[in-house]
């Protein structure tokens, strides 16, 4: 079983940054795959990025590749985003989620493990 929570959201200006944080629970979390996804009001929830168990493979949605970048510090049990450049169309509640095997990791659907969210506003 592994716990997730998210943190480091707020309100942010246009053009700004901000870093998610996601801290899990448990002594294995070196052997999930761990994703973002975001979902934004009136919108259905959709996926950010995923990386693997070391951190040496990421993928990215299209739309924000070069803007947002995940990360992962296996000795402190978090996975990271950070979103760069930020726009009034980034505002969504932002979940991080983790699966311990599976494929398509794109799909909500292949996460066992969901945060709570944390909500990032973008104001223009």
């Known amino acids: 079983q592994v716990q997730l929570v998210e943190s480091g959201g707020g309100l942010v200006q246009a053009g700004g940054s901000l870093r998610l944080s996601c801290a899990a629970s448990g002594r294995t979390f070196s052997s999930y795959v761990m994703a973002w996804f975001r979902q934004a009001p009136g919108k259905e929830r959709e996926f950010v990025a995923w990386?693997?168990?070391?951190?040496?493979?990421?993928s990215y949605t299209d739309s924000l590749k070069g803007r947002f970048t995940i990360s992962r510090d296996n000795a402190k049990n978090t996975v990271y985003l950070q979103m760069n450049s930020l726009k009034p169309e980034d505002t969504a509640v932002y979940y991080c989620?983790?699966?311990?095997?599976?494929?398509?990791?794109?799909?909500?659907?292949?996460?066992?493990?969901w945060g709570q969210g944390t909500q990032v506003t973008v104001s223009s």
């Open positions: 990386i693997s168990r070391s951190g040496a493979a990421t």
């Open positions: 989620a983790g699966v311990y095997s599976g494929s398509w990791y794109e799909k909500e659907r292949s996460y066992d493990y």
